[in-house]
């Protein structure tokens, strides 16, 4: 692995949690680092990605909620993740690639385990 997600479990509706992408032999200063979702049954889907200053969130449904930010001194990078819905339960994964962010899951190349989220009363 080339980057390393932590930071996910179970939250109540309405709770926060903040999941980190972690550098393990790369690094991540200047790369594109995107966070995935998926849930059972379904692709994974981009939410947020990162590089540089830029940074963007693809999902309508976050925006106003989470937050992508990266520390280049600890080489990782976070998603902040506020007043979570049980619809933000899934697979969180954390992914590098060169250039650009993207919201595809096939445009990158190095893969976290992911981390798994679960929003439930």
């Known amino acids: 692995l080339q980057v390393v997600e932590s930071g996910g479990g179970l939250v109540q509706p309405g709770g926060s949690l903040r999941l980190s992408c972690a550098g393990s032999g790369l690094s991540l200063e200047h790369r594109a680092i995107g966070w995935f979702r998926q849930v059972p049954g379904k692709e994974r889907e981009g939410v947020s990605c990162?590089?540089?200053?830029?940074?963007?969130n693809y999902k309508d449904s976050v925006k106003g909620r989470f937050t992508i930010s990266r520390d280049n001194a600890k080489n990782t990078v976070y998603l902040q993740m506020n007043n979570l819905r049980p619809e933000d339960t899934g697979v969180y994964y954390c992914a590098a690639r060169t250039f650009v962010c993207s919201k595809k899951e096939r445009d990158f190349d190095s893969w976290g385990q992911g981390t798994q989220v679960t929003v439930s009363s």
């Open positions: 990162i590089i540089s200053t830029y940074k963007i």
